[in-house]
C-alpha cells in the first residue's frame, strides 16, 4: 500500500464513520416521529400480498410508467442506485489497491457486463430527469410547474450526487484499463475501455478515483441525514414500506381511493353510539392524531408534483395543493416532533400533558411549533389554510397519480371531520344541505313522499319492493335521482331501458333515503352513519334471505354506487352494486337491448371522479356509447384515470365556488374544444356542474349534457320523446 492508498484509505474511513453515524440518527429520529402517531393495526394484514404489491410497483414501476419517458428514466436511476451500489461497496476494495474489487462477483464476467448496461443507462436516466426538470422548472415561463413549491436545491443536488457517481463509476473502471488492472473484455464492457483509452497510465488514478466516489456518495449520506425531511432523497428508502403498507395492497390502482377509512379513536373504529369526545378522538386536530401511517406518508413525498399536476383546485387557481399540504404537515410534524417526544402535547379536553420541568430544556422554536392550530389562517398562524382544507373535491387524482401510494384523501377527510364534528367549523352553505340530510334524509330538503314522483307518466309499472319479491336487481333511485330535474331524466331512461330488456327489478320508494356520500365527505361521519345505518337495515330487510351474490343493486349515481359498495361493508351491508353504464353495456352485449338508430352529431365522454379514478369503471360506458353512436367517441385530452373533475365531490356540489376559476367551466372548455355537440355523463352531480357550465359559456343550444342511458335511449327507441334539453334547475 503506497502513500496515496494510505491517504485515500482514511478519507475514506472518516468520511464513511461521520456518515453512517449520522445516518443512524437521522433514522431513528424519523422511526421517533413516525411512532408518535396513532395505532393502524390493519396495516399488518395480509402481509403476502403486501409484500407481492410492494414488489410489483417498485420493481415494475406501475405507477410510473404511466408517465412514458419519464417513469422509463426514473426505473433506470431506481435500478441503477440498487444494483450500483455494489460499485460503491466495491471502491472502499479499490481504495487500498488499485487492482482491488468485490470478492468473488468482482470478478465475473456478467457481472463486469450488467453494470456497464446499468451504468450506461442510468446516466442516460438521470440526464433524462435533469432536463425535464430543468424544463418544468417553477420560475419558467408559461404557467403553473408541478414543481412549483418543491425544494429545488434538494431535487438537483440528488441528480447532481447521481450522475457524478455514475461518471466516476466509469472513471475507475477507466483507470483499470490504462495501467491494464480491468479484468472484463472489450465487448462486455466497451465504454469503459473507451474511457481507459483516453486516461493516463496513473498508477494511483483508480485508488484516488475511488476515494473521490466515495467522498460524493457519503456527502450525499450526510447532507440527507441532516436533513430528514428531505423526501426527494429518503423516498428511495422509505417508498418500500409506505407501499406495503397500504391502505388496500389488492387494489390495482390508488389504494386510497373509493371508500373512505372509518373514524378511528386508538387504531379502533368509532361507535357513535358509545363515544364520547373528551375521551375518543374525533378526526385529528393536531398532527400526531394521524396514524403513523399518515407520517409516514408525509416522510416519504417525493415533491415530484404529479398529485398537483392532476389537481383540480390547484389547476383551476385554488390554494390546494395536495403536495403543498402533505409538505406542510411533514415540516410541522418533524418541527414538533422534539416538544412531543419530551412527553408533550393536549389531551382531548385541551389541557397539557407535559409538566413545566418536561418542558424546561425544548427549543422556543418547538415550543412555538406546538403552539400553531392545525388548520387556521395565516394570521392564526395555522399549518393548513381553511381555504385549502375545503377547496378539496376528494376526486383523488392525487391519489391515483402517486408513485408511493400517499392517501391525501383521507388525510383531508380527517382533518374535516374534526372541522364539523368538534369546531362546526365548515363553509356556511354547506349547512343547509347537512340539515336537510338530517331532517329531510336528502340534501336539497324535498318531501320524502315524492321520492317516487319519477315514476308518473311512464307507460309500464314501476314496482316497489315489498310490493314484489321477485326481482333480480334493486334499483337504488338515489337523491338526484328521485329530487332533481335532470337526474329524473336520466332515473326514467334507466327504468324504460330495464323494462325494455324485460330486467326484473324494484325500487324503495319512500324507503330509500340519501346514502350519506355527501355528508361523509364533508367529514361529518355522524349523520354518514345515521343515514348508512338506517339505510342497511332496509336493505338487509330487502335482502333477507338471498346470499351476497343475489343481493344485486343497480344505482346511476356513482356517489351512491361507491357509497353502498365501498362503504356499507363497514356497517354490516355486504351487496353486489352495479354502475347503470355496466348493467346496460351488459344488456347490449347479451342481445337484450338493441341500438337501431345510431346517435349524430359527435359524442364525448366526461368519466366521473367515482366511477371511473375511485371505482376503476372505465370501459362500459363508452362500450354503451359506442354501440350507441356506431362509431367511435371524440376522447378529451384529459380522460380515464386523467379525468378532469367536474367539481362537484367532495360534497362541493352544495358550497360557493370563490376563488379561482370556476372547475366545471375548465371542465366545459375542454369538452367543448372537441367539437362534440353531445357531452355524455355518468353522473347526475357531472351533469349538473357541466350543464351549468355550457349554460354559462352560453352555448346552451349548441352543446347538450345528458346522461348515458338517456344517449342508448335515444338509439334502441328513437320514437321515445326526448323533451327539452336538460337546462332545468335543481329542484325538489
Known amino acids: 500500500m503506497g502513500s496515496v492508498q494510505i491517504v485515500t484509505t482514511i478519507l475514506a474511513a472518516a468520511i464513511t464513520a461521520v456518515a453512517v453515524w449520522l445516518a443512524v440518527r437521522a433514522v431513528l429520529k424519523m422511526v421517533a416521529v413516525i411512532r408518535l402517531g396513532q395505532p393502524a393495526p390493519e396495516r399488518f394484514t395480509d402481509k403476502v400480498t403486501r409484500a407481492r404489491t410492494m414488489l410489483v410497483e417498485t420493481a415494475g414501476h406501475t405507477r410510473m410508467l404511466k408517465w412514458g419517458v419519464v417513469g422509463a428514466a426514473h426505473w433506470f436511476v431506481m435500478v441503477g442506485f440498487i444494483v450500483l451500489s455494489l460499485l460503491v461497496l466495491e471502491a472502499y476494495f479499490e481504495v487500498v489497491t488499485t487492482d482491488g474489487g468485490l470478492p468473488i462477483i468482482g470478478h465475473w464476467t456478467i457481472f463486469g457486463l450488467v453494470t456497464e448496461i446499468i451504468g450506461v443507462l442510468g446516466l442516460v436516466g438521470i440526464l433524462v430527469l435533469m432536463a425535464i426538470r430543468l424544463r418544468n422548472r417553477p420560475t419558467r415561463p408559461g404557467g403553473r410547474s408541478r414543481f412549483t413549491g418543491s425544494t429545488m436545491w434538494q431535487g438537483y443536488f440528488v441528480e447532481w450526487i447521481v450522475l457524478l457517481v455514475l461518471i466516476f463509476g466509469f472513471v475507475i473502471r477507466g483507470f483499470k484499463v490504462a495501467t491494464d488492472h480491468f479484468e472484463f473484455p472489450f465487448w462486455a464492457t466497451p465504454v469503459s475501455h473507451a474511457v481507459g483509452a483516453v486516461l493516463p497510465d496513473w498508477a494511483d488514478g483508480v485508488s484516488v478515483a475511488a476515494a473521490i466516489k466515495i467522498i460524493i456518495s457519503m456527502t450525499w449520506l450526510i447532507v440527507i441525514s441532516l436533513n430528514v425531511t428531505m423526501g426527494v432523497a429518503w423516498h428511495r428508502f422509505l417508498a418500500f414500506p409506505n407501499i406495503f403498507f397500504k391502505r388496500e395492497p389488492a387494489k390495482p390502482a390508488g389504494s386510497g381511493l373509493g371508500a373512505l377509512r372509518p373514524m378511528t379513536s386508538q387504531g379502533k373504529p368509532l361507535d357513535f353510539e358509545e363515544a364520547d369526545p373528551e375521551k375518543d378522538q374525533f378526526g385529528v386536530a393536531h398532527v400526531e392524531q394521524f396514524s403513523w401511517k399518515g407520517l409516514l406518508d408525509f416522510s416519504t413525498c417525493t415533491e415530484c408534483g404529479r398529485c398537483q399536476s392532476q389537481c383540480p383546485a ?33 389531551d382531548l379536553t385541551g389541557e397539557e400533558k407535559a409538566t413545566q420541568a418536561q418542558l424546561a430544556h425544548l427549543d422556543v422554536l418547538a415550543l412555538a411549533e406546538a403552539d400553531k392550530p392545525l388548520i387556521g389562517t395565516a394570521e392564526e398562524g395555522g399549518v393548513i389554510d381553511p381555504d385549502v382544507l375545503w377547496s378539496c373535491t376528494t376526486c383523488g387524482a392525487c391519489v391515483e397519480q402517486c408513485p408511493v401510494d ?28 347537512l340539515r336537510n340530510l338530517e331532517n329531510k334524509g336528502n340534501p336539497w330538503g ?26 333480480e336487481y334493486l334499483f337504488w333511485v338515489g337523491c338526484a335521482g328521485a329530487f332533481e330535474d335532470r337526474a329524473k331524466k336520466t332515473t326514467r331512461a334507466v327504468a324504460t331501458l330495464l323494462n325494455e330488456a324485460g330486467v326484473k327489478f324494484a325500487i324503495l320508494g319512500e324507503g330509500e333515503t340519501c346514502s350519506g356520500d355527501p355528508a361523509r365527505r364533508i367529514g361529518n ?32 349515481c356513482p356517489h351512491c354506487f361507491n357509497t353502498l359498495g365501498n362503504e356499507y361493508g363497514q356497517l354490516g351491508g355486504e351487496f353486489e352494486v352495479v354502475h347503470h353504464t355496466q348493467l346496460l353495456a351488459h344488456l347490449v352485449a347479451s342481445g337484450k337491448l338493441t341500438p337501431v338508430q345510431p346517435v349524430d352529431g359527435g359524442v364525448t365522454y366526461h368519466d366521473p371522479c367515482y366511477l371511473g379514478r375511485h371505482n376503476r369503471i372505465f370501459a362500459a360506458p363508452r362500450e354503451v356509447l359506442g354501440d350507441a353512436i356506431a362509431g367511435d367517441l371524440t376522447e378529451m385530452p384529459r380522460n380515464s384515470e386523467r379525468s378532469f373533475c367536474c367539481g362537484a365531490g367532495g360534497a362541493r356540489m352544495w358550497m360557493e365556488e370563490k376563488i379561482g376559476k370556476r372547475i366545471n367551466v375548465d371542465r366545459v372548455e375542454e369538452a367543448m374544444a372537441t367539437g362534440a355537440k353531445t357531452v355524455a355523463v355518468g353522473c347526475p352531480f357531472c351533469s349538473t356542474m357541466l350543464n351549468d357550465g355550457v349554460n354559462g359559456k352560453g352555448a346552451g343550444e349548441q352543446v347538450e349534457v345528458i346522461d348515458v342511458a338517456s344517449v342508448l335511449l335515444r338509439s334502441v327507441k328513437p320514437e321515445q320523446p326526448q323533451g327539452a334539453k336538460d337546462t332545468a334547475p335543481i329542484g325538489g
Open 525 to 556: 361521519e355522524f349523520v354518514f352513519q345515521m343515514l348508512a345505518q338506517q339505510n342497511v337495515e332496509t336493505l338487509n330487510e330487502a335482502f333477507e334471505g338471498r346470499d351476497k351474490a343475489k343481493r344485486k343493486i343497480v344505482a346511476t
Open 406 to 433: 400517499i392517501e391525501h384523501v383521507d388525510h383531508i377527510v380527517d382533518m374535516r371531520r374534526y372541522q364539523v364534528l368538534i369546531e362546526s367549523s365548515f363553509p356556511s352553505e354547506a349547512g343547509v344541505m
Open 314 to 346: 390547484w389547476n383551476t387557481g385554488k390554494p390546494l395543493s395536495p403536495k403543498l399540504l402533505v409538505l406542510s404537515l411533514r415540516d410541522h410534524a418533524y418541527a414538533k416532533a422534539p416538544y412531543l417526544l419530551a412527553g408533550g402535547g393536549k
Open 446 to 471: 324535498a318531501p320524502q313522499n315524492t321520492r317516487e314522483d319519477w315514476t308518473k307518466g311512464l307507460d309500464f309499472e314501476v314496482p316497489r319492493v315489498g310490493e314484489v319479491d321477485d326481482f
